[in-house]
Every structure is written in C-alpha cells, then in structure tokens.
C-alpha cells in the first residue's frame, strides 16, 4: 500500500511536469533548457520561487531541528522573510540585466557586467561547488524517504544511490519548465500533508490542541521554546539567530540556480508580487516545528539519532500506512523538484562558463548534451559526499550558504557601485575564503566573536576587500556597468546595443 501510493504520487507527477515543460516548442537550445524561455507568468513563477522555500531541508531539517534543538527551528522564520524583502529589491534587477543582456547562468553576469571571462570561470566554479552541496542536502533527506519507502530494506548507502539515480533521471529528461511544475504539484501536497498531520498531531501525544502542544513540550523540556534551545551550552543564541539569518538572506539569491530563475520571469512586476506575498507563505514553518515539538515529546528515537530522520520516524510510528505513504511521496517531490534545478544550474554553469571560453565553437546540440551529462557527474559527487559525511540538514545548509555568500558582495555592489572592478572581486573572494577556510579562523572566530556565523564574518570582511580593491583599479568600460545600471545616461547607449552575453 505505502509503495503503491509513493509510486503512483512520483509517477504521475513527472509524466505531467515531462508533458507540461515540452508541450511548447522551447528546449531544443541550451537556453530554453535552462531559463524556460524567459516566459514563467506570477503563477508558474509563484511556484518555481516557492519550491526553494519547500525543500527537504524545511519539512525534515526544520522539523528534526525543532526535535533536536527546539527554539533555534525558529531560523527559518528569520531567514525567509529577510530574503524576500532583499529578493524585492535584487531580483528584478537580476531580471533585466537578464533579458537585456541575453545571460542564462550567473556567471554570465560576473562575466558581463566586469567585462572579465575569467571571472566568469572563476564564479562558475564556486557556483557549481556550492550547487552539489545544495544538491546533498536533498540527497540526505531523499535517502531518509527512500528508507521509509522501502521498510528499511535498504542501507543507508544503497538509499542515497537510488535516491542519486531518481533525481538524474528527472532532470535529465525535464527542464526548467518541467520542474516548475513538479515544484507547483510539490508545494499543494505539502500542505496538505502539514494540514492533515497538524489537524490529528495533538491527539497523537496527548496534547490539547495543536497549541497545546508547545506549552506540553515546554512543560516536558523547560527551555526549548527559549535560545540557545534544549541545550543550554549550545552556541545557538540570539546572536547566533540573527547572524545566521542575516548570511542566509543575503546569500539566498545568490545561489546560482536562484539567480537563474530570476531570468524565467515573463515580467519584473511577476517577481515582486512573489516577494511580497511568500513571506506570509513560509508561515507554514510554524506547523513543521509543532510537528517536531510533537515528534519529541512522542519520544521519538530515530535510528542512529538521526535527528533528520525524526518527523519520518514519527509519522511511521503513529499513523496508517496510507498516510505514511502520502507523506513519503510528498517527501520525494521535495526533494526532487529543488534538486532537478540545482543540478540543471549546474550542468548550464559549467556548459556556458567553465568549458564555454575554451570551446567557442561549441553547436547548441553539443552545448545542450554536455550539459546534460555533466549533471551525472556533479549528482555522483553529491551522493557521496551524502554517503561519507554525515550532520543535520541545517548545518550542511548554513556550510552551504557560507560557501555561496563570498560571491555576495560581487553582486550586490555590482548592482549598488558602479566602481566596483573584477579585480576587487577576485581580492575580496581570496580574502573571504582565507577568512572561511583558514585552519585557524573557525578558533579565533570563536574566541574573538563568539557565536557570530563564520560565513556573515566572512562575507564582511570579502566586502571591505572588495571595495578597496576597486579603488585602487580602474574602473570598468561604461558598457560593463551598463549591466546593472541600464538606464543612467552613461550606459544608455550601451544598453541598447548589447543584447548578446559575452
């Protein structure tokens, strides 16, 4: 029965977000592939924006968070709603540098709007490394699922490689419109289930209500609605809250594959009604943490510990099989709707931006199948650093975002400061990876600014380098800050003449 439910959920969505991403004529270039071509409305684009704030991450890392932790769950409100108000403001931009310009992968924009390749192939790579962790994170969660789906017949090995070969499958025949559709099918499914299981969760433990529930679980555990949580030692507090949501926000959109689905948008004005509406959206994230609060004072025990397994174990435990299976099902399209646009991001980066510069004479049909067989490999590499590294969801996320947030500064000064040069950049990158990758610096940050995010230190500190450096370069040709500054007189002309990427 639970088989057959997740089967039939799986099957039937990607044969409708197959159909759906070739019923038009687009995808025969790698562009199409990659950006849809350009022409996602409010609702298709509500949900392609949406299925990153519904991953496996939010639903099982958030949750188990909640089991493990308690309060420090309550990151995900803080992280959410401080993206979409910088997503209000940089992603039109985004957008029409986009179009303009003709880009299709982030890196585009590195390479045009500082008039440098190399940083382009530079910013690709970084990219790419942070999109295969990305991919981990789902990877773990599916893994979880695929265990759960199968009653445990499976290793935890064996899990990740099946869960590695479903997602290569999906988006190796599938595109960005493909899983647009996944990710709208995805997000109705995710709130049923939160709706089903929240409404029957309390009589599950003995609570009240489902209110009830948090006064239970304080009542229980006299601390977890407070920072730093469950564990009084832990470095999770108000400090830690606010620096940890403020590197998430600012590294959100500039995660490549984010970057990328700002180009999908038909219009800028499609963008901003997202932004101004999904943060009421991600309220959802009250009911995830009442169901690990619930899952805790069940006394759930996941094997292992596993605290990411905690709401799966949970819903195994207390519910029929039906249910289980609709939760698993549900489960595997979080996990590949995000997963299929991170590996796409990733296959068009390293097509377009890594091996692109060195192959100009590459055809769209060669372009496209390179791509597309790239993904394969950076999917293996993301299975086995699933296989052979093991923490929560929510700290392989704040690695990831840590990663990502050192080309923040490359962004938003490239759409604030017309002076800012590649050159800074590369110095502000060097320097931000030496403050995050250091054998020393994870110590001394400790020591000298205790509980701060390593990567918001980081990410400061590639900021500052980044701006002295381009004082001391010459500044970029008018045509280069054209790309984020189109309609000043300087770059009109530039703006109107420029509509192919370099």
């Known amino acids: 029965m639970k088989l057959a439910i997740v089967l039939a959920i799986l099957l039937a969505t990607v044969s409708g977000a197959i159909r759906y991403g070739r019923r038009t004529r687009k995808g025969r270039t790698l562009a199409d592939w990659a950006v849809g071509g350009r022409s996602l409305g409010t609702v298709v684009f509500w949900f ?16 188990g968070y ?71 994170i789902q990877l773990v969660g599916l893994g979880l699922i695929v265990q759960l789906t199968l009653d445990g017949l499976v290793s935890p090995p064996v899990a990740t490689l099946i869960a590695g070969l479903v997602m290569v499958v999906f988006v190796f025949v599938a595109g960005v419109r493909s899983a647009a559709f996944a990710a709208g099918v995805k997000d109705v499914l995710m709130i049923a289930v939160v709706v089903l299981l929240c409404a029957t969760v309390a009589s599950k433990v003995g609570a009240a209500s489902l209110l009830d529930i948090f006064r239970v679980a304080e009542q229980q555990h006299p601390g977890i609605g407070r920072l730093p949580g469950l564990d009084a030692s832990s470095p999770t507090t108000a400090v830690w809250l606010l620096t940890s949501a403020l590197n998430i926000a600012f590294g959100n959109w500039v995660f490549p594959h984010l970057f990328q689905i700002s180009y999908t948008a038909q219009s800028g004005t499609a963008i901003r009604r997202n932004a101004i509406w999904q943060p009421l959206y991600s309220l959802a994230y009250f009911f995830i943490i009442a169901l690990g609060f619930a899952a805790l004072i069940a006394g759930t025990h996941p094997p292992g510990n596993n605290l990411n397994a905690a709401l799966l174990q949970f819903v195994s435990e207390r519910y029929p099989a039906p249910i289980v299976g609709i939760v698993a099902g549900t489960g595997f399209l979080l996990a590949l709707a995000p997963g299929a646009l991170l590996l796409l991001t990733a296959g068009s980066i390293f097509t377009r931006n890594v091996v692109g510069p060195f192959r100009r004479d590459l055809s769209e049909r060669t372009a496209l199948r390179l791509s597309r067989g790239s993904l394969i490999v950076f999917a293996a590499f993301a299975v086995w650093l699933s296989i052979s590294q093991k923490g929560s969801l929510v700290k392989i996320l704040l690695d990831a975002y840590s990663a990502i947030g050192m080309l923040a500064p490359g962004v938003f000064l490239g759409f604030l400061w017309r002076r800012t040069t590649a050159t800074g950049v590369l110095a502000g990158l060097v320097a931000g990876f030496v403050a995050l990758l250091a054998p020393f610096a ?57 509509n192919v990427a370099p």
């Not at 392609?48 to 949750?63: H, K, P």
């Not at 890196?107 to 390749?117: N, S």
């Not at 590639?462 to 770059?491: E, Q």
Request: hydrophobic residues 55%.
């Open 442 to 498: 994870a110590h001394f940050w400790a020591s000298a600014v205790p509980q701060w995010e390593p990567g918001l230190i980081a990410m400061l500190i590639n900021a500052a380098v980044t701006c002295a450096a381009s004082l001391l370069t010459p500044m970029p040709s008018s045509r280069a800050v054209s790309v984020a500054f189109p309609c000043t007189p300087l770059a009109a002309d530039a703006v109107r003449g420029s």
């Open 48 to 63: 392609m924006n949406a299925g990153e704030v519904y991953t496996t991450f939010a639903v099982l890392g958030i949750s």
């Open 66 to 136: 909640a089991w493990a932790l308690g309060a420090p769950a309550y990151l995900a409100f803080c992280s959410v709603s401080l993206s979409y108000a910088l997503g209000y403001w940089l992603m039109p931009k985004i957008w029409r540098a986009g179009r303009a310009q003709r880009l299709v992968t982030q890196a585009d924009f590195f390479a045009a709007r500082y008039d440098a390749r190399w940083l382009g192939i530079v910013t690709g790579v970084i990219g790419i490394a942070s999109l295969i962790v990305y991919v981990q």
